[in-house]
């Protein structure tokens, strides 16, 4: 997505630092500098609004900023779970038994 991003921004700012063009993206849509940074460097994933209201900006679709461009390789698999693993819990759970 952040590739599909900084293409968009490329064709759209030309000749613009990417803070140029965050500060542009700012005054159209609300987006702020902070937000784009941490999107762009993968720190976080924009909310549907964002995403939507970024697509719009750039003249393309939200899907079209997340499908990756045919021959894109994929990102390795990560060996860490974003998910902690499942603890059982300590002791024993009992089931009541109803009462006579």
Do not use: C
Request: glycine share 8%; hydrophobic share 30%.
């Amino acid at each position: 997505m952040v590739e599909n991003i900084r293409q968009h921004l490329v064709e759209q700012f030309p000749g613009q630092t990417e803070t140029q063009a965050y500060n542009q993206i700012q005054k159209d849509t609300g987006i702020s500098l902070s937000s784009m940074q941490r999107i762009m460097s993968g720190n976080t994933g924009p909310s549907i609004d964002t995403l939507a209201d970024l697509a719009k900006r750039l003249g393309t679709t939200p899907w079209a900023l997340l499908t990756p461009k045919p021959g894109t390789p994929h990102p390795p698999a990560s060996d860490q779970s974003p998910v902690s693993p499942i603890r059982p819990l300590p002791g024993r759970l009992h089931r009541r038994r109803a009462s006579p």
